[in-house]
């Protein structure tokens, strides 16, 4: 049973615009969220986290927002760049746990 | 180094044989994963380690993988008698401490193939 889905196996992007990628899951027990980046033969890098008493974070270019009612979250690249090309993961865990359920990711290509 | 350091980086090995792999995390992180990466797939957990607490194995497949973490540094995954479904990327990742706002930290994986 997969707790926390990404729907869209790719994307494809123009630079400088804005890219989302989206992340649902089932779960209602998790209350954190991660997205993680990952190139090529390299292991994943963090991005941004959200905790679920906010709907909102932001850091620099990447911002990601949380609907707990729809049980979504969707991060945010504007402007995206060609290095934002990678695949991404988004992940989550419940309280009092520390291991991560992980989506099958989206590979996000940026077009120059 | 800096980063979550793991070895080796490939392994090919035949069906039933036994593999180890091993993970040298951040120096200070008292928190250490293990997940692996079936192709296609995301991540799946498979064991935590936290201190000197009892490791988290909830994730392990099967009676044939076990964890151990040395000193509460090192840790190595073994698999023993390896089958053709074992074959995935095997992640490993810290963390300073097993709060919630404390980011995981991977290594690059250990490719492993079951021929």
């Known amino acids: 049973d997969q707790q926390v889905k990404q729907n869209s196996p790719s994307l494809s992007v123009q630079e400088g615009r804005i890219s989302i990628l989206n992340c649902d899951y089932t779960n209602s027990m998790f209350d954190y969220f991660l997205w993680y980046k990952k190139y090529p033969a390299e292991g994943p890098t963090f991005l941004i986290s959200?905790?679920?008493?906010?709907d909102k974070n932001e850091d620099g270019r990447f911002t990601v927002f949380l609907n707990k009612s729809a049980k979504h979250l969707s991060l945010h690249i504007v402007p995206s760049q060609p290095g934002d090309s990678a695949v991404y993961f988004c992940a989550a865990s419940e309280e009092g746990a520390q291991k991560l359920v992980f989506g099958q990711g989206t590979r996000l290509t940026i077009n120059p | 180094g800096a980063g979550v350091s793991q070895s080796p980086s490939n392994k090919v090995t035949e069906k039933g044989k036994d593999v180890e792999l091993r993970c040298d995390p951040i120096s200070g992180h008292t928190a250490l994963y293990w997940y692996r990466q079936s192709l296609g797939q995301g991540l799946e957990f498979l064991i935590y380690f936290q201190g000197n607490s009892a490791p988290d194995k909830s994730g392990l497949p099967s009676d044939r993988f076990s964890a151990e973490r040395t000193g509460g540094s090192v840790s190595t995954l073994t698999i023993q008698r390896t089958q053709q479904e074992d074959s995935a990327v095997y992640l490993c990742?810290?963390?300073?401490?097993?709060?919630?706002?404390?980011?995981?930290?991977f290594g690059d994986g250990t490719r492993l193939s079951i021929l």
């Open positions: 959200i905790s679920s008493i906010k």
């Open positions: 990742a810290s963390s300073r401490s097993a709060g919630r706002g404390q980011p995981q930290h």
